[in-house]
């Protein structure tokens, strides 16, 4: 279940804000030194403004294989190589392009918790193979479905409240 939490709190990262974003070119991957690579392999990627992102190459011969992977990613943004570092003008959203996102997000957070979900009925499943098979007995069994929908519930509350700050950041001005 934490590992469905951590991969959607990655998701979120990876959704377009109002504000300028590392985490937005965490998915770019760029055709360098004969192989596909992520993005942060080749580049320290940083928010100089609040609307601008600068992406600096550790090695500079890889500047333009870094700008046309940033390209091909289709985020809705154009690098301007600029000398030896890359800058990202990160535009303004319209209130189209914030509905669609925040769908987007709703998206995600639904396939976390079915994610959870599945998490919950494999043990349970687990659990009451045991009993089943003399291993625990009933009121164990119990306890032990009792404390997995805990579990579920909790985790599932977090990925509402991440989506929800996700959501607000994004309709944000």
């Known amino acids: 279940m934490q590992q469905a939490l951590d991969h959607f709190k990655q998701e979120l990262k990876n959704l377009r804000s109002s504000r300028a974003n590392p985490g937005m070119l965490d998915g770019v991957h760029v055709e360098a030194y004969g192989s596909q690579m ?39 943004v154009r690098p301007i190589v600029d000398g030896h570092v890359i800058r990202i003008n990160i535009p303004p959203m319209d209130e189209s392009l914030r509905k669609d996102i925040v769908k987007i997000c709703k998206k995600k957070s639904e396939e976390a918790k079915v994610a959870i979900r599945e998490v919950r009925r494999k043990n349970n499943e687990t659990v009451k193979k045991q009993k089943t098979d ?9 306890k032990l479905e009792k404390t997995i929908q805990d579990l579920t519930d909790k985790f599932c509350k977090d990925i509402d409240t991440l989506c929800a700050e996700k959501e607000k950041e994004i309709l944000s001005i």
């Open 38 to 76: 992520r993005l942060k392999e080749l580049a320290n990627v940083t928010a100089s403004e609040a609307r601008q992102l600068l992406v600096t190459p550790f090695d500079p011969s890889t500047i333009n294989a870094i700008a046309k992977g940033i390209e091909a990613a289709n985020l809705g």
């Open 134 to 142: 003399g291993i625990i007995p009933e009121d164990a069994m119990k």
